[in-house]
């Protein structure tokens, strides 16, 4: 029952997700199991949550509803509805007070990660978050290599205006570790972001 | 095409709404004309984001997807699905690096507010979003007088304790009228909350 965005993008039903990854199932592994970047950072940000770490969701999947039926007796059916672009990143909310946003994206390249995978309402929304002294950043993961980095919102919009300036489409593997922050794969939680961004920011 | 929640809410299609309370509509007039409490709040919204004095996004509607077309040469259609009940509250972002946090409600009574106008896991949520020093609040609107009041995330959960300590079921408006404050209805923005967070809570 996997379906895709028109980005090609695989859809992954939530409560299939929590189902299959729980994190009370006993047979978890240090592996990462084929999961997507999404399947770990939900679980993440449940372990942060269940924990008091910090508050932090995905936001719904967006729709535009067209039809709907009401049969009786049960609960309204979506006859018809379409994938709507986000206007802002996936993720969002609270650690300490601050408000943090970040996007997640994975890549099959292995030296260089597309700016494409980023669509220009995101960055935009991104470049607001800054102004507003939010915490913004994406998370990005090379999925051959399995690497995970967190690179700055600040960072982000230095490439994507050098590629708007004229410049190279993606952002090197170089650049990245340069730049970006490793993120290693643990057990719980899963991707430890909060651990980078204690150290890359100031929190009262 | 407007259709109903099982909680018998309307919901009302975001373009739907842009188009017809586009703020650059002349014959906007300050008289409410029958708006509801969520286009109000896109309204205020777009209006702190397209000024840069707040980013704060209403979230998606959250549907769980049970089957989706894809017809060849256009979009993928959804064509089964259910309106799921939202684990958070609807609105979150950034003011000044602090983040935001609530949910609007409205009553048809005039001397009370429902508390089961809440569900439980949002009071959850509110209750974790304060733990994290997060800015947490409703803003509650009676239609018949057209009354709007923000009412802070703690006060909100002493009524909801009290329920839950055998008390009554809904705040009065006389507390919500003491330990609440007025929100008036302008032209731009409509419903400037955020200059009552301002004067409640200290910002750098």
Redesign the interface.
């Known amino acids: 029952m996997n ?4 980005n090609g993008k695989r ?1 992954i ?3 299939a997700a929590l189902k299959t990854n729980s994190i009370k199932n006993k047979n978890d592994s240090y592996s990462n199991r084929g999961m997507t970047l999404e399947e770990d950072l939900n679980l993440t940000n449940e372990y942060y ?1 269940e924990n ?1 770490i ?2 932090i ?1 995905k ?8 039809h ?1 039926e ?1 049969p009786k007796r049960s ?10 672009q ?3 990143t996936d993720y ?10 970040f996007e997640a994206k994975e890549t099959k390249l292995s030296q260089s990660f597309p700016l494409k995978n980023f669509h220009e309402h995101q960055i935009k ?1 991104i470049s ?2 800054l ?4 915490i913004s950043f994406v998370i990005l993961r090379f999925t051959i290599t399995e690497d995970i980095y967190l690179l700055e919102g600040d960072k982000l919009l230095t490439f994507w205006n050098r590629m708007l300036d004229g410049g190279r489409k993606s952002i090197t593997i170089d650049e990245i570790k340069q730049y970006g922050h490793s993120i290693s794969v643990g057990y719980h939680p899963r991707l430890d972001y909060i651990k980078v961004i204690e150290k890359i920011y100031s929190f009262n």
Chains 1, 2 share one sequence.
Request: hydrophobic share 30%; aromatic share 16%.
């Open positions: 379906f895709h965005y028109p859809y039903p939530k409560t949550r008091n910090a508050i969701h936001k719904p999947t967006p729709v535009q509803i067209v709907v009401y609960a309204a059916v979506i006859k018809e509805a379409y994938f709507k986000a206007s802002t969002n909310g609270v650690y300490k007070g601050k408000y943090i946003d929304h607001s978050v102004k507003q002294n939010g």
